[in-house]
């Protein structure tokens, strides 16, 4: 019996993940399991709960674990001081949330304060607080501090954020096992007798239990709290303040891209190879000489050389330095994805009416094109002529006698003919993302011309490149699909051999690069 498929796996990186077999079809879009659940919401904790536990960001990243740790015990005990005779909070919703701190007892924020400069470094570790016009009760922070910050701070600052910016991380737990070990000691935060186990793991942290276990419940725990289910309070405008105000007052680190892995530049030896793409398509050119059996229209024998010379000139194209690293490697390996599925459908697929069809189709592309063309208003299109237009749309037949089809021109989209034809590992590999290269989606833009920005302080925003980065390269591909191409030639037209080889490694880019160290 065959295993029953999990729901997911894990990557490399060690992340869960869904395959598509786990996802959800609903109409064209695949919705992973997590997005089916009802009423989910999204929070952010590097958005809005980081910067509202910014004190206690800035207290674990400085001090010593165990120390700070140690000083999160005493602060959430505070909260004990506000229970009612029956342990239950007296004020509901209260926190350690930068922007709710001025509104609750002072001695809250006294305590924070008191209990970590006790520690050597904690001066170092409040003091950056004060960098901040927008802090909320920045006064009262400052009375208490008695301090003056320094420029250092800032580095101080971004250390922190770039410590907790992942809400996995060790720090960032921390921080959020200090809110719900103040929920605790307000009385709020309740367990029930089947949870007593994880109530004495979580208090006794991080000395009791399994941290594989703890830990992820610590984060599900306080991101439920964060959900609103403590309340429905107005949200503060703190977080988004805090960040403009770091983006105003801190420069942008732009990460230089990385460069290809391992990329085998030995073909782009132009010179080489562009000899033996002339060989492979002077010996396509004397096939296409001893299979011609007619001077008419032949839309098979004219359609299969004509793919094979096209797929090489694209090929030829991609090859030039440094076309197949960049965009125009990408569309022209998607422009081949797609010759090399449609060629393949029709070679093993088709009768003769469906190439005639498929010439028809392309006879009417060009009277529409060329419809379009005389009916423009102003500046006509300078990238072909229309004499071009007017010989392909009639050239077998005078164009008031071509049809004109808007669809496809057999009726069926890309994915059906590459399953029809066997060649749907083709288009899994070589069609998707390469189509977003044509189409100008966001995935395309990101890749090429931006980068993220190495300071913590600026969320590791978008920034643009001088550049648009080189990529890997895209001419291994693009041969393998051309080689394909001309093993389906060879079936329609038996006894053509010639293929086309890659050279031998020569030259490699290398897979380090300097980058410089994260300096706020």
């Excluded at 709960?49 to 990243?61: G, I, K, S, Y």
């Excluded at 005779?85 to 809250?108: C, D, F, H, T, Y």
């Excluded at 197949?324 to 994805?337: C, D, E, K, M, P």
């Amino acid at each position: 019996m065959a295993k029953k498929k999990k729901a997911g796996y894990r990557q490399g990186n060690g992340k869960l993940s869904t395959p598509l077999a786990g996802h959800s079809r609903v109409g064209k879009a695949l919705i992973p399991p997590m997005m089916t659940l009802p009423g989910v919401s999204f929070q952010s904790w590097a958005n809005q709960r980081l910067p509202e536990m910014l004190w206690a960001c800035l207290t674990v990243t400085v001090l010593p674990r165990a120390a700070a740790l140690s000083a999160f015990r005493e602060i959430a005990a505070v909260g004990m001081k506000y229970r009612d005779e029956s342990g239950v909070a007296k004020a509901k919703g209260w926190s350690l949330n930068q922007s709710a701190l001025p509104s609750q007892p002072v001695e809250i924020i006294e305590c924070i304060v008191k209990t970590v400069i006790r520690h050597p470094l904690g001066y170092a570790a409040l003091r950056p607080l004060l960098l901040l016009e927008s802090l909320p009760g920045k006064d009262i922070w400052r009375a208490m501090l008695a301090a003056t910050p320094a420029d250092d701070d800032w580095r101080t600052l971004g250390d922190s954020v770039l410590k907790t910016f992942d809400h996995q991380s060790q720090e960032a737990t921390d921080v959020r096992w200090l809110s719900l070990l103040f929920k605790i000691g307000l009385g709020e935060l309740r367990f029930p007798e089947s949870l007593r186990e994880e109530w004495h793991e979580l208090v006794e942290y991080p000395n009791r239990g399994e941290m594989a276990s703890v830990r992820p419940f610590i984060r599900s725990t306080e991101m439920s709290f964060s959900m609103g289910l403590d309340g429905d309070e107005k949200q503060s405008e703190w977080p988004e303040a805090f960040w403009k105000e770091c983006l105003d007052r801190t420069q942008c680190l732009p990460m230089p891209p990385m460069p290809p892995a391992k990329v085998d530049r030995s073909q782009h030896d132009f010179d080489a190879f562009a000899t033996q793409l002339k060989d492979v398509r002077d010996a396509l050119i004397d096939h296409w000489a001893c299979t011609l059996a007619t001077s008419g229209v032949d839309a098979k024998h004219d359609a299969v050389f004509g793919f094979g010379l096209f797929a090489l000139s694209c090929l030829l194209e991609i090859l030039a330095v440094p076309n197949g690293f960049g965009i125009t490697g990408r569309v022209l390996l998607r422009t081949l994805a797609e010759c090399r599925i449609s060629f393949a459908y029709l070679v093993h697929c088709g009768d003769d009416a469906m190439w005639e069809k498929f010439r028809k189709y392309g006879s009417g592309q060009a009277k529409l094109a060329l419809l379009k063309f005389e009916e423009t208003a102003g500046e006509k299109p300078r990238f072909v002529m229309k004499a071009t237009l007017e010989a392909l749309a009639n050239e077998d037949f005078y164009q008031e006698y071509v049809q004109m089809d808007l669809g496809h021109w057999c009726g069926k989209d890309l994915r059906k003919l590459a399953e029809d034809s066997g060649t749907k590992g083709d288009y899994d590999r070589f069609y998707g993302w390469p189509s977003g290269f044509v189409h100008g989606q966001w995935g395309a833009l990101r890749d090429t011309n931006l980068t993220n920005c190495m300071n913590p302080l600026h969320r590791f925003h978008r920034v643009p490149l001088p550049s648009h980065r080189l990529m890997e390269d895209s001419a291994p591909d693009a041969m393998g699909l051309v080689n394909s191409m001309l093993d389906d030639i060879n079936f329609a037209y038996p006894g053509f051999a010639s293929r086309l080889t890659m050279a031998a490694r020569a030259e490699e880019i290398s897979e380090s690069s300097e980058v410089p160290s994260e300096k706020q």
